[in-house]
T-cell receptor, first 115, second 116 residues
Framework: GQNIDQPTEMTATEGAIVQINCTYQTSGFNGLFWYQQHAGEAPTFLSYNVLDGLEEKGRFSSFLSRSKGYSYLLLKELQMKDSASYLCAVRDSRGRGSTLGRLYFGRGTQLTVWP | DVKVTQSSRYLVKRTGEKVFLECVQDMDHENMFWYRQDPGLGLRLIYF???????EKGDIPEGYSVSREKKERFSLILESASTNQTSMYLCASSSLTGDRGAYEQYFGPGTRLTVT
């Protein structure tokens, strides 16, 4: 089976740095995604990691350790508009739908940024 | 720019009604997905499709069916709506090719369905 775990809620202040963790247990692994979802809107793609290490994209970075089944999303210089839910999703390399791009989502981390 | 559209943003139906939710994507993507999203439960996959007329069950297919007669369109059908199907329904699509094989999914705006 697949199990993807992330904290339910986090809070931080404007200008700060926040790290959102995600741990996963899947029968296979073929990539990890982070999505951002503002209230009432669709999730939007943030990042993709398939190899170990850090991927940086502006204020956002995502890290992956395949041996530990662990990823984090790092948000720097937080802004009020970063208040949103952040979804961790894993593509399993095995099982029905694995070759078809099927993703398994965590329950999301609701981040609130205070002024 | 990838665009995924859904037929309605808000829908109110009565128990027992047959409900159709439509999703259209304009990027010639092979894969399409239907999810429902509920507070505290996250995104749960109902059905997905990898080609015209092809479909696969997701994790919670009971009470739902799907139709894909054309590549760009994927419909979710609630045969007899029940109150426990009140939820946000999200459609997504993805390609079999992409940046570094990412195959990221692109989501529609969602349909908030209320069954009374």
């Amino acid at each position: 089976g697949q199990n993807i775990d992330q904290p339910t809620e986090m809070t931080a202040t404007e200008g700060a740095i926040v790290q959102i963790n995600c741990t996963y247990q899947t029968s296979g692994f073929n990539g990890l995604f982070w999505y951002q979802q503002h209230a009432g809107e669709a999730p939007t793609f943030l990042s993709y990691n398939v190899l170990d290490g850090l991927e940086e994209k502006g204020r956002f970075s995502s890290f992956l350790s395949r041996s530990k089944g662990y990823s984090y999303l790092l948000l720097k210089e937080l802004q009020m508009k970063d208040s949103a839910s952040y979804l961790c999703a894993v593509r399993d390399s095995r099982g029905r739908g694995s070759t078809l791009g099927r993703l398994y989502f965590g329950r999301g981390t609701q981040l609130t940024v205070w002024p | 720019d990838v665009k995924v559209t859904q037929s309605s943003r808000y829908l109110v139906k009565r128990t027992g009604e047959k409900v159709f939710l439509e999703c259209v994507q304009d990027m010639d993507h092979e894969n399409m997905f239907w999810y429902r999203q509920d507070p505290g439960l996250g995104l749960r996959l109902i059905y997905f499709s990898y080609d015209v007329k092809m479909k696969e069950k997701g994790d919670i297919p009971e009470g739902y069916s799907v139709s894909r007669e054309k590549k760009e369109r994927f419909s979710l059908i609630l045969e007899s709506a029940s109150t426990n199907q009140t939820s946000m329904y999200l459609c997504a699509s993805s390609s079999l090719t992409g940046d570094r094989g990412a195959y990221e999914q692109y989501f529609g705006p969602g349909t908030r369905l209320t069954v009374t």
